[in-house]
């Protein structure tokens, strides 16, 4: 299930798994039901039990081959995701909070590949962006340190979702290629490398910025427009049948495994 990600930086959702001791108030374990345990934390959304195939069929040619072969998971138990990408404001929370070091530079894709670029941080990826976009510049451990802080802060259990958490969210009962059909045009429901990102216009945007950011050269470009040549605020789009914005499109969420070519 792959659709290209307009930014090669890095957000995430967050997982919250209950336990029996957990969840006291009535009716905040059902599905589709929103629940937020402090006033600067993510709201978020159950999700129900299930089971779905894992994976990207050879006719979804903006697939690789590590997301093969298609394969039965089963989800036993409900949790909850972030109903929209982690904000640059609600990050900014857990950086007051806990004097966290946030100067590690941003991958970037740049004319000869990916790169880190030490002078970008989440408080300025080289794009306009307000507390309500989402945080970008995040490395895996500052993601997995943001949940630690939240599970200390809230007294519950806050982690990154699984790969396969991620994608059964992201199908949201669907089979088809991408959650809206099969159509590489789902400018009403992602963020995503469309007419308006096509090469020339994000060269020349970047450009006047003074960024050396580049469209990678395997992207393709729907043809239709999404509104956005960088990222867009969360929840600018349609959301999936579970309520879920811009968990395809938009920036890239990291998960808690650790990858491998196996899938």
């Known amino acids: 299930m792959s659709l290209k990600n307009l930014q090669i930086s890095f957000l995430f959702y967050l997982l919250l798994v209950f336990s029996v001791n957990v969840g006291q108030t009535e009716g905040n374990s059902e599905t ?40 039965q998971v089963n ?61 970008t510049c995040v490395s895996w451990n500052e993601a997995n340190a943001y949940t630690a802080w939240l599970s200390e802060k809230t007294g519950e ?9 991620w994608e059964y969210s992201a199908r949201a009962g669907t089979t088809t290629i991408r959650y809206w059909g099969d159509s590489e045009e789902g400018c009403d429901f992602a963020n995503g490398a469309d007419l308006d990102i096509t090469p020339e216009s994000f060269l ?37 049948a579970f309520g879920l914005y811009d968990i395809l499109g938009n920036v890239a969420e990291w998960v808690e495994d650790c990858w491998n070519n196996s899938y």
């Open 32 to 71: 589709g039901s929103l629940l937020q345990d402090c006033e600067n934390c993510p709201l978020m959304v159950m999700i129900p039990p299930g089971s779905f195939v894992m994976g990207a069929p050879i006719s979804d040619t903006g697939s690789r081959d590590d997301e093969r072969p298609r394969h």
């Open 75 to 135: 989800i036993a138990y409900s949790f909850a995701v972030g109903k929209f990408e982690v904000t640059r404001g609600e990050y900014a929370q857990f950086v007051k909070g806990t004097a966290h070091d946030d100067t590690g530079g941003c991958n970037r894709a740049t004319a000869s590949g990916i790169e880190l670029i030490e002078n970008l941080s989440w408080r300025d990826p080289s794009y306009p962006v307000t507390d309500n976009h989402p945080v």
């Open 157 to 165: 259990d806050y982690r990154l979702l699984t790969e396969s958490e």
């Open 204 to 240: 020349e945007e970047m450009q006047a910025r003074g960024s050396e950011l580049v469209l990678p050269e395997h992207w393709s470009v729907a043809n239709c427009h999404d509104g956005y040549v960088t990222a867009a605020p969360a929840g600018s789009f349609i959301p999936n």
